[in-house]
Each structure stands twice: as C-alpha cells, then as structure tokens.
C-alpha cells in the first residue's frame, strides 16, 4: 500500500523534478501515523495589562483617573471656567471609611452658569474615540453637601465642537453616597475628544468615579469591554486565555502583585494600584498608568466563557520580579499566598455553599466557570521559587487534584537557570512547565527542532510566551514584520508536530495601543477608534483556527521537515470534520515547489483549500493600511491523494483537504 502511494508520487513528481531528486521534493503526509492527539488548549492568548492592554484598552472605561486616586490626584483632569476660584476644587480623603477608595474631589459652586466652571478629563492616550450616534453612558457617584448643582456633561473634538451632551441633575439629598447616571448620543465622531463637565448653580456636591462608557461594548454590557478588541480575540476561537500576566502578577514588590480578591466586587471597592509598567523602562515612562481594576478576575473569567477559551489564572507564588526588587516571602509566612490560590478555585468552581463560591454567584455567575489550570508564579526561577512552587503543589494537589498546575522555568529557555528549573519541576511531578522565549527569527527557525527530543512521558510544555524580535533598531509596531511573523510559523510547526509533548502556547504581549506602549512587538495593534491585526496575528490565528485533533507525521526524505532548504512542515487531522491540514514554511528567498503526497487515508477531495501568507521581509500592517500581509486563500486542485503546491518565496502556506 505504502509501496504503491509512493510509487503514484514518484510517478506525479517526475513530471517536476528528476527522479534522484524526488525522495527530497515530496512531503509524505501519512495520516495513519499519529504523533500525538492535538490538545484542544493547543494554541491560545496571553492577555496583560500592559501597553494599555486593560485599562485604557479593552476595558472601555475612558474617563482616565475616575476615582482621584492616581499618584497625582488630579492627573487627567484640568480645571475651566473663570468662576473656579482657589479651593472650589478639593482632592478630599476618606481613608478611615473607605480604605479602597479613599479619594474624592468635592465642588463649592457659586452662582456659575454653564461653561463658568467645570473639568475636563483628557481620556486615556491621545484623548477619547467618539463615534457618530453612538451612545454613551456617563455616570458617578455623589454626595450632596448642599444640593443645588447641575452637571451639564459634552464630548468636544480637538477644535472644541461639541460631539454630544447631556444633563445630570444630582437626585438623591439625603447626604449620603448615591450613584446616577445620564445617557446621551454622539452626533459625530472624533478620535481625540475630550470629555467636560460643567456645574451650573449654587452648591457643594462630592464626586468619584466619574465614568464615561460607550454603549457598544462587548455583548452589550454595561460598563464592559471594547468589542472591537475582544472580536480580534473571539476570531481566534484561542484554546486557552491566560491572565492576568505576565510580571504585573509579579509586582515590582509585593505591596505591587497583583492580588484577584481586590479585583472582585463593586467596581468602587477595588482598590487602585500602579501598573509596574508604569516606570519599567526608563526609555518608555507611563506616569499614567495605573490598574484599576474595574476589569478584574471575574471579568477575566467571563471573557474565558464568552470566548471559548479556557480560563488560566496566573498567581503570585511569594514572589516579586526578580528583576526588580526580587521580595521574598518567607516559606512560614506562604500560607495567605497558597490561600489565596485555593479559594481561587473555589471562587471558580464551588458552589453557592462554599464562601467563594458563594461570592461568584452573588456577582451573576451561578454556574461554575470550570477552572482547570492554574499557573503558580510568573517569570520566577532559583531554588526559592522550587521551594515556593512546591509548597503550593502540595497544598493544591491535596484538595483540588485535578487542577493542572503550570510553573515557570524562568526567562531564558537555554540557560543553566533554565536547566535547574526544568529538572527540579520534573522531579516534583509538575503538570506543566511554562517555556519563555522572546529571540531573535534566527533562534525560532533552529529551534524548530526543540522539542523533537523531549520526553514524551513526565510534564506538558506551555510555550507561554513567545515573540520573534527583530534588531533592537527597529521600534514600536514596526518590529511587527513578517520576518518574525514567517519564523514563529516555522517554529510553531515545530510545536505543532511535538503537539505530544506541547499542549499549550501563546505569542506575547496580545495588544498594544499606538500612542502608550511599553513593550514591541505586539499581536495586536489598537488607538481609540481602530484595531489591525499584524503578520504575527494572522499566522496565530491560521494555527489556532485550524489546530485539528491529531498530529500526524508529515516526513520528507524520511524526515520531519525542519529548515531543509530552508523549509518547515507540519500536519494534522481534523476528526470532527474529517479534514488533513499540511501547514508549510518557507524561508528561502525563492519560490519551491512540493509534491504532498498524502498516504494512510482511503479517499481525498478532489478540491484543497489552499491559503498563503506572503511578503518581503521587512513588510508589516499598519493602521492605515491593514492588509500588507494577510492570508490569501485559492481552490487547488489534487491528483489523486496528491498535491503539487507552489511555495512563494518567504511564504506560510497551508492546505486543506477533505478525507473520507
Ligand atoms: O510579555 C511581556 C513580559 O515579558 C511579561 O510581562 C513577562 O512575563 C515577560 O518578561
């Protein structure tokens, strides 16, 4: 049978290249040989608050510093109008009442028409995206002192037109903290508005989290996501979303993690803290950037359900970023840390019996969400975070044995400290090991190859974050270019094929805002308005999109294809649709072609899809032109259980072809 397939090959090929040739030219696809059942988190997303990826991103709050409780109090906010005298405007303290939320900003109007005195609040980066009759939800909480103010609340463009406005006339008297809220419609659009309210009258009215929302937020929800946003991440139907890092897990100390309890609850109770991106490099400074959590763990959960995707909260093990201050808690004083590891899971999972549980359930979610993997620490390594990590195991594995534990093996996936890491989580049983790689394309085409030695037995690989960078030269979304793009593809048919041993991997950071990023590059690129995916996205999507069920050997001249004349391969079967997927890298400068010769299924289509993802090396998507490097995708036509595929020069290709 075997003999037979490979003699229809050689019989098709002859026609492109001489028979000596043919055992080097044809990729043998034998979809009777499996290499391992395709774990259905296989390709996922690496969501974290950095770039402006939560705050000031995909939660669609714009009012920057709602609550007064930046470093700077009144950051984001100005003052306008001449009937503004000194100490009209006071930044006052709760503390003792409102330890989350201490502050808030109170008004002594007197005698002020509207546009006589009043605030103006600058948005997140570069000001507020508006669009044409949409409308938008502008809401806050108040105290009246002494009743008798009006708000008056508009949109204005950068030349001070008004975009849209609305009137809140404070209802509640009895002195007390009430929440209101006026919706009103923008009757055009700009990309940098600005949001002011005016105060008519006499009076003395306190003030906090003051919010503006759009009304077209993800699924309609109330004080929600940006939809536009989270699409980008629905249409890669991602196996996995991991959150809510990376190092903001981390914290720059301690006081810094970040801590899930204080992320649940009404949004006024969540307490801010910095975002420790806010000054992680000198040469990219976001005194702006803070966390408040108004998108928080619960949040991130329904984000995992809505999309499909697994849930895959990362906890902080005891452990700042040991790149900065590298705390420590002592191994005695773990308990709260590992706590607050269990009642995670029991907030996901239990029941409206259980304490946790019971807090989901207050917050809309009967239903558990069906956490089955949780991360301990971030980017920790040495053998304090072995000591933490196995504290943790124990503890977790005693009362929620099912729950897949993720641990990190550090930065540098060549290192000694990556070696000891690796050794150590094998010996204690570790589920999974959680693999970081941001390298040059050089490194991802050799290591293509990386995981064709692991051991298949023992701990799964998360390929947890991962990005090809380009020359240092090279900034911001221009390190997006299909050169990095081209070389995670062929890395990723590396894990594809070792899908045995990889049950898990996701490209890092997920999004970026054009005018407030710290780190490149990115997946996805934002500004307030519009969202373009890059090179990196389309190739991310092509994987997940059609990961298949099973790894099947796709072999040229008896090998897995893996940077032979600078081409990389991989396959696998869709079972749910009985369907063969070949995916194909190449890296050479110019066209080749290849026979696939497809054995161990009984009949094929006549018709293949066949996509193509193409371009020059230093090609890349921009916002204004989006499409620069997008897949292509054509009919082929098959002879027999054989295709003959023309792969262009620096090109991702991919077939797919109907089995019966
Ligand atoms: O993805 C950006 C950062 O890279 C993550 O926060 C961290 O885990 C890694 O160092």
């Known amino acids: 049978m075997k003999y037979k397939s490979n003699l229809i090959a050689l019989l098709i090929a002859g026609t492109f290249f001489s028979a000596s040739a043919q055992q080097q030219e044809v990729i043998v696809v034998n979809a009777a040989k499996s290499e391992g ?119 204005v463009d950068e030349q001070n037109n008004v975009l849209g406005a609305g009137v809140l006339k404070p209802a509640d008297v009895s002195g007390k903290w009430a929440k209101q809220e006026v919706n009103f419609r923008a009757t055009s659009a700009a990309v940098k508005a600005k949001f002011n309210i005016w105060f008519e009258g006499n009076g003395v009215l306190d003030m906090d989290m003051i919010s503006l929302f759009p009304a077209d937020t993800w699924k309609g929800r109330k004080k929600g996501m940006r939809a536009d946003m989270i699409q980008m991440l629905a249409d890669m139907k991602p196996g996995f979303i991991r959150f809510p890092g990376g190092c903001i897990v981390e914290g720059i100390d301690l006081a810094n993690r970040y801590q899930w309890k204080k992320t649940i609850g009404p ?82 999972n239990g029941d409206a019996s259980s304490e946790w549980g019971k807090v989901r359930v207050s917050m809309g979610h009967a239903e558990p969400f069906n956490l089955k993997y949780l991360g301990v620490g971030n980017e920790n390594w040495g053998p304090q975070y072995i000591e933490r990590a196995k504290a943790f195991q124990k503890a977790i594995k005693a009362k929620y044995p099912k729950i897949n534990l993720i641990y ?14 690796d050794k150590e989580l094998r010996t204690i049983g570790a589920d999974i090991i959680d693999e970081h790689y941001y390298r040059s394309p050089e490194w991802f085409l050799k290591n293509a190859s990386r995981y064709d030695s692991y051991d298949r037995k023992g701990a799964k690989v998360f390929a947890g974050e991962y990005a090809a960078h380009i020359d240092g030269k090279t900034v911001g979304s221009n390190r997006n270019v299909w050169q990095a793009a081209i070389a995670e593809a062929a890395f990723m048919t590396g894990l594809e094929r070792n899908a045995a041993v990889v049950n898990m991997a996701s490209y890092a950071p997920l999004f970026a805002n054009t005018e407030g990023w710290q780190w490149a590059p990115d997946l996805i690129w ?33 090998q897995a294809l893996s940077g032979q004349q600078g081409l990389y391969a991989s396959a696998v079967l869709n079972d749910l649709n009985n369907e063969v997927i070949v995916k194909m890298v190449n890296t050479n400068e110019t066209e080749q072609t290849r026979q696939v010769a497809f054995e161990g299924i009984k009949k094929l289509a006549t018709d293949g899809s066949l996509t193509i993802v193409k371009g020059n090396l230093r090609d890349r998507n921009t916002m204004e032109n989006p499409s620069v490097i997008v897949p292509v995708e054509s009919i082929l036509k098959l002879k027999g259980k054989n295709a003959i595929i023309k792969l262009p020069a620096n090109s991702f290709v991919m077939l797919k072809v109907k089995y019966k």
């Open 526 to 558: 934002v500004d307030n308005l519009s969202v373009y995916g890059t090179p990196n996205y389309y190739i991310q999507k092509l994987f997940s999109i059609n990961k298949g069920t099973q790894a099947t050997s796709a072999l040229a001249g008896g």
């Open 267 to 348: 949004i006024e109770d969540r307490q801010l803290i910095m975002n420790r991106w806010n000054v992680e490099f000198a040469h990219r400074p976001s005194p702006d950037y803070f966390q408040t959590f108004g998108l928080g763990f619960f949040e991130y959960f329904q984000l995992a359900e809505d999309i499909g995707a697994e849930p895959l909260p990362i906890l902080n093990c005891g452990m700042a970023c040991q790149y900065n201050t590298a705390e420590l808690v002592p191994l005695d004083q773990l308990d709260p840390y590992i706590q607050d590891a269990l009642d995670l899971i029991e907030f996901a």
């Open 37 to 155: 059942k395709i774990s259905p988190t296989m390709w996922g997303v690496f969501f974290e608050d950095i770039n402006m990826g939560a705050d000031g991103g995909i939660y669609a709050e714009m009012v920057k510093n709602r609550s007064f409780e930046f470093l700077k109090p009144m950051m984001g906010w100005s003052v306008k109008g001449d009937k503004i005298r000194e100490g009209d405007l006071l930044v006052l303290n709760r503390q003792d009442a409102h330890l989350a939320n201490p502050r808030f900003l109170r008004a002594s109007i007197k005698d002020a028409a509207k546009g006589q005195a009043g605030l103006t609040n600058e948005g997140f980066k570069g000001g507020m995206g508006i669009k044409k009759d949409l409308e938008y939800e502008f809401s806050l909480m108040y105290r009246q002192q002494n009743p008798g103010i009006t708000l008056h609340v508009e949109l």
């Open 408 to 421: 990190s093996s550090g930065t540098d996936p060549d290192s000694e400290r990556f070696h000891f890491l």
